[in-house]
């Protein structure tokens, strides 16, 4: 299937200057003894709030930094890592619960010649905001450095189906797992 990219979007992309911004969503899910919550947090990279898809991103410096995977001519395991400042100790006491396997997405955002964030829907309908990852927390942990929580959170890598899961041994004789 082809990405479709809104007419607002593109217009940006084909400008001389480009400002973007990064919308993080995490879902996670904390279990009880006797009760199971989902909490979704709504992060962005953008100075202020934004309101996009019904729900309000907040932009209160709480998202430090995305590290996206590289691009390389091997297959590798370089997956995205999002670094959130845990200010109230909520996502350490969550990640003591166990996180992994929770869904995290990434979104990027464009601005217009205003510095105002493109959160709009062209007439094609297609959004101004554009999808580039969708995963699963893998590698989460907390970082304490002068008062500073921070939460770190890797997110699967996309090559992350071709790693073995299970070994199959073949030879003339049979298969054996």
């Given at each position: 299937?082809?990405?479709?990219?809104?007419?607002?979007?593109?217009?940006?992309?084909?400008?001389?200057?480009?400002?973007?911004?990064?919308?993080?969503?995490?879902?996670?899910?904390?279990?009880?003894?006797?009760?199971?919550?989902?909490?979704?947090?709504?992060?962005?990279?953008?100075?202020?709030?934004?309101?996009?898809?019904?729900?309000?991103w907040s932009g209160d410096?709480?998202?430090?930094?995305?590290?996206?995977?590289?691009?390389?001519?091997?297959?590798?395991?370089?997956a995205y890592t999002v670094?959130?400042?845990?200010?109230?100790?909520?996502?350490?006491?969550?990640?003591?619960?166990?996180?992994?396997?929770?869904?995290?997405?990434?979104?990027?955002?464009?601005?217009?010649?205003?510095?105002?964030?493109?959160?709009g829907v062209d007439s094609?309908?297609?959004?101004?905001?554009?999808?580039?990852?969708?995963?699963?927390?893998?590698?989460?942990?907390?970082?304490?450095?002068?008062?500073?929580?921070?939460?770190?959170?890797?997110?699967?890598?996309?090559?992350?189906?071709?790693?073995?899961?299970?070994?199959?041994?073949?030879?003339?004789?049979?298969?054996?797992?």
């Open positions: 299937m082809a990405r479709t990219f809104s007419t607002n979007f593109l217009s940006v992309i084909n400008s001389d200057t480009i400002n973007y911004f990064y919308l993080i969503q995490i879902e996670l899910e904390r279990t009880g003894a006797s009760t199971q919550t989902r909490n979704t947090y709504y992060y962005t990279s953008f100075e202020r709030d934004i309101s996009w898809n019904g729900q309000t410096g709480g998202l430090f930094e995305i590290d996206s995977p590289r691009f390389s001519s091997i297959i590798d395991r370089e670094v959130l400042q845990d200010k109230d100790n909520t996502l350490s006491d969550i990640f003591k619960t166990g996180v992994i396997g929770n869904d995290i997405f990434v979104r990027v955002g464009v601005l217009d010649t205003n510095g105002d964030p493109l959160t094609n309908g297609v959004s101004d905001i554009v999808s580039i990852y969708s995963g699963f927390i893998d590698a989460p942990s907390i970082a304490v450095d002068w008062d500073v929580n921070t939460a770190k959170i890797e997110g699967t890598s996309p090559m992350a189906d071709l790693d073995q899961i299970k070994l199959f041994m073949v030879s003339k004789d049979g298969m054996d797992q």
